[in-house]
């Protein structure tokens, strides 16, 4: 079992840039979570996918958005990129127990 | 002020010290949970706790419902310890998790 694994490990971008995060989940769940993570912090819950449709958002902009595909996958997309969006993306599943992580994307915006 | 508080922010310790880090939260919860991140990202969770106590090797978490506090102690700490470990709890009726900030431990040999 390959556990969590998110796509690319790292990226760099320029402020007004799209960026698009992927997110496969450990095998046998169907729930993904994303995460924002800034330096020194502690993560900051963006938002939950379940059965394709967001089931419950954080307190994060409409220039974050997501989906969730029918092999439980997810990405996570942000539009016009700023400089505080960088950080570390997590992405977590489960199924109606604990959360397993992902290694993270680590995004860079200049 | 943050839901979830944890203390000390930086611990450093020698190899072998029996440590203690402790995490407050003030929201009703369903379950807590004790994470590690080491450099570079990759979280593990380490245990999830909604009563009682937990002990995995040398890690032994905690948690008292009603005072709304959690601790995860470390014996014989050893410096692949060194990590930093995250305190978040799962909110009643709530699909996020809440997290600490974090304390970052050093163990030093």
């Known amino acids: 079992d390959a556990g969590v694994t998110q796509s690319p490990t790292h990226l760099i971008k320029t402020r007004g840039q799209q960026v698009t995060l992927r997110c496969s989940p450990k095998?046998?769940?169907?729930?993904v979570s994303w995460y924002q993570q800034a330096l020194g912090q502690g993560p900051q819950f963006i938002f939950q996918?379940?059965?394709?449709?967001?089931?419950q958002r954080g307190n994060f902009p409409d220039r974050f958005s997501g989906h969730q595909f029918p092999n439980y996958s997810s990405e996570l997309n942000v539009n016009a990129l700023l400089l505080g969006d960088s950080a570390l993306y997590l992405c977590?599943?489960?199924?109606?127990?604990?959360?397993?992580f992902g290694p993270g994307t680590r995004l860079l915006v200049l | 002020k943050n839901e979830v508080e944890q203390s000390p922010q930086n611990l450093t310790a020698q190899e072998g010290e029996f440590i203690t880090i402790n995490c407050s939260y003030s929201?009703?919860?369903?379950?807590l949970h004790w994470l590690q991140q080491h450099p570079g990202g990759g979280i593990v969770s380490l245990f999830m706790?909604?009563?009682g106590k937990k002990k995995h090797g040398r890690l032994i978490a905690t948690i008292n419902i009603q005072e709304k506090h959690s601790s995860l102690h470390i014996t014989a700490s050893h410096p692949r310890d060194s990590a930093v470990y995250i305190c978040?709890?799962?909110?009643?009726?709530?699909?996020?998790?809440?997290f600490g900030a974090g304390t970052r431990l050093t163990v030093k040999p």
């Open positions: 977590a599943s489960s199924s109606r127990g604990t959360q397993y």
């Open positions: 095998s046998g769940h169907d729930t």
């Open positions: 996918y379940y059965e394709e449709e967001e089931r």
């Open positions: 929201v009703g919860i369903s379950a």
């Open positions: 706790l909604s009563s």
């Open positions: 978040a709890v799962d909110r009643h009726n709530n699909n996020d998790m809440r």
